[in-house]
T-cell receptor
């Protein structure tokens, strides 16, 4: 079967670092996406990992371990505007993406 | 470029009514997708298309129909609307299978 797990909610403090985990079990795997979705808006692309390791892009980094079926999104120097849902999605080699339910991050002052 | 556009932004339907949600993209992408997102939940795939004239069912296709007569347009048809179809509907497009998807702004549909 196809399964993607993320925590439902997380809370962090402005200026801190937060790590959002995603574990997956899929019949195929080409790569893993992270999307950001602010309340009432459409998802927007953050990152795409194909190979094992850490990809850094400004304050955001994404890590992948294919052997463990595990990824995380790391957000540094949190800002209030980072309050949003973060969706993990797997390209399972079916022509479609499989989305997790998303993690709602609340950043507090 | 406008990217992916969706109309209408909001709609209220009565039970049993029908409607078409419009989706257009100007990026010449072959792959297009329709998702629904219920409050606090992830995206569930309704239908998708790999090119003009080709469509296939996703995870939750019951109660919906699609067509893809051109590369640009991918309308979603709701027949006999039910309260369970109250949701936010997103259309997306991608240049390749399993590639980054570009989302439209969404249509918020309420069925009462």
């Amino acid at each position: 079967g196809q399964n993607i797990d993320q925590p439902t909610e997380m809370t962090a403090t402005e200026g801190a670092i937060v790590q959002i985990n995603c574990t997956y079990q899929t019949s195929g795997f080409n790569g893993l996406f992270w999307y950001q979705q602010h309340a009432g808006e459409a998802p927007t692309f953050l990152s795409y990992n194909v190979l094992d390791g850490l990809e850094e892009k400004g304050r955001f980094s994404s890590f992948l371990s294919r052997s463990k079926g595990y990824s995380y999104l790391l957000l540094k120097e949190l800002q209030m505007k980072d309050s949003a849902s973060y969706l993990c999605a797997v390209d399972s080699n079916t022509g479609k993406l499989i989305f997790g339910q998303g993690t709602t991050l609340q950043v507090k002052p | 470029n406008a990217g992916v556009t969706q109309t209408p932004k909001f709609r209220i339907l009565k039970i049993g009514q029908s409607m078409t949600l419009q989706c257009t993209q100007d990026m010449n992408h072959n792959y297009m997708y329709w998702y629904r997102q219920d409050p606090g939940m992830g995206l569930k795939l309704i239908y998708y298309s790999v090119g003009a004239g080709i469509t296939d069912k996703g995870e939750v296709p019951n109660g919906y129909n699609v067509s893809r007569s051109t590369t640009e347009d991918f309308p979603l048809r709701l027949e006999l609307a039910a309260p369970s179809q109250t949701s936010v509907y997103f259309c997306a497009s991608s240049p390749r299978a399993g590639g980054e998807q570009y989302f439209g702004p969404g249509t918020r549909l309420t069925v009462t």
